[in-house]
């Protein structure tokens, strides 16, 4: 018996052992799987049949990748976004989600960090949050989970430096990665371990590059940028590859963006902050909130409760001066004479900006008040 008979031998071997019809199975190997081995094709088929998921329709994925060590493909498989939804959606739980919200500058104005559901042409896209909704089996409440992808972690690049094709669609794919992490948080039984391909920047510090496959972190990793957020294009239509370029600044950290994110409906669970509805209060407030910087019964912190977290985060080691310190980072960042010509809207947006920068230490498992200090100390040696 040759080889090539002992390979289809193989294959219909695989075919019969995962209930595949025929047609099928000549369908997957002739699309999807067209260059795959047997096992990187029982990985699909084993999946598939243990997730319910459709590989013809898009719901997971076949994906290759050459291994320089071992001068030959490596197949993997990993569950597309459509996947995600559909798992999530089987639990009978699953209550929708919200429009994405990018976070984005511009050259004129580095350090005005703005949201929205669109971003204009020429804006620098640094960040996009996604919060998905889950109906409780006991309560009938929904409770809302946010995640926010920063492009730093998840950009992806050619050998050569230059950014993927499909990576100058930022709009599209950056929500995604926030879409994704989100349904994690909300459906960690189901979900966990998941990663949907456009997170495969964002996995490879999770772990060793010779053990292929999604990572178990659940969380976004505070990781400092190597370069400045990349130019991108507008949210809809198409735009060109070379009409994407990089700001490569090796000393200047990357800025987060702004907690600035539509007001839900349902409050959130102290496990997964919401992100505040617009208010007016400013950081002149010194009471010190609950825990998680949640209002009274669990409310949806406001930007005074937001304050008075930041306050209290940095007050051992600013000690009685650190709403002082708060206001002068809000007049600097803002590029204002003083505390009082700042207009409210604008501290606003500068307390939520630091509030932010306290979950995402906290969601990562580090220091929050350092990950402030460093935030307000970067600022202060670039006004120098």
């Not at 009471?287 to 009274?296: L, T, W, Y």
């Not at 937001?306 to 000690?319: A, F, N, T, W």
């Not at 009685?320 to 600097?332: C, L, P």
Request: charged fraction near 30%.
């Amino acid at each position: 018996m040759d080889d090539k008979q002992t390979r289809i031998d193989q294959f219909e071997e695989l075919r019969k052992r995962y209930g595949v019809s025929q047609e099928r199975f000549s369908l997957i190997r002739r699309t999807i799987a067209k260059n795959a081995d047997e096992i990187g094709l029982e990985k699909l088929l084993y999946l598939s049949k243990e997730l319910k998921l459709d590989a013809l329709q898009g719901q997971i994925h076949l994906v290759g990748r050459f291994d320089s060590e071992k001068n030959q493909w490596v197949w993997d498989v990993q569950v597309g976004i459509d996947g995600l939804r559909s798992l999530a959606e089987d639990t009978g739980q699953y209550a929708g989600q919200d429009l994405p919200i990018f976070y984005w500058s511009s050259d004129s104005e580095p350090d005005k960090v703005v949201s929205g559901p669109v971003f204009p042409d020429g804006a620098i896209v640094q960040a996009c949050s996604v919060t998905v909704h889950r109906r409780m089996s006991v309560t009938g409440e929904p409770v809302s989970y946010g995640y926010t992808a920063y492009l730093r972690d998840y950009l992806q690049r050619k050998r050569d430096g230059k950014i993927t094709f499909m990576w100058t669609k930022v709009g599209v794919m950056l929500p995604k990665c926030a879409e994704a992490g989100a349904l994690r948080k909300g459906f960690p039984r189901q979900l966990g371990g998941l990663y949907v391909p456009e997170e495969m920047e964002f996995l490879k510090d999770q772990q060793p590059e010779t053990q292929p496959g999604p990572a178990a972190a659940e969380e976004q990793v505070d990781k400092s940028a190597k370069e400045e957020p990349a130019k991108m294009p507008p949210a809809t239509g198409e735009t060109r590859a070379e009409e994407v370029s990089a700001q490569k600044t090796a000393s200047a950290p990357a800025r987060p963006p702004k907690a600035l994110v539509k007001k839900q409906p349902t409050p959130a669970t102290p496990e997964s902050p919401k992100q505040p509805p617009p208010e007016t209060a400013t950081t002149e407030a010194v009471a010190v909130p609950s825990a998680e910087g949640q209002s009274p019964a669990g409310e949806p912190p406001t930007v005074k409760s937001m304050g008075q977290e930041i306050i209290s985060v940095l007050r051992d080691h600013y000690k009685d001066k650190a709403g002082e310190v708060v206001k002068n980072y809000i007049v600097s960042a803002s590029g204002s004479k003083n505390f009082v010509s700042v207009p409210a809207a604008t501290r606003d947006e500068m307390v939520k900006l630091l509030y932010l920068r306290i979950v995402d230490a906290r969601a990562a498992g580090s220091d929050p008040a350092s990950a402030l200090i460093s935030m307000i100390e970067n600022k202060e040696k670039a006004n120098e």
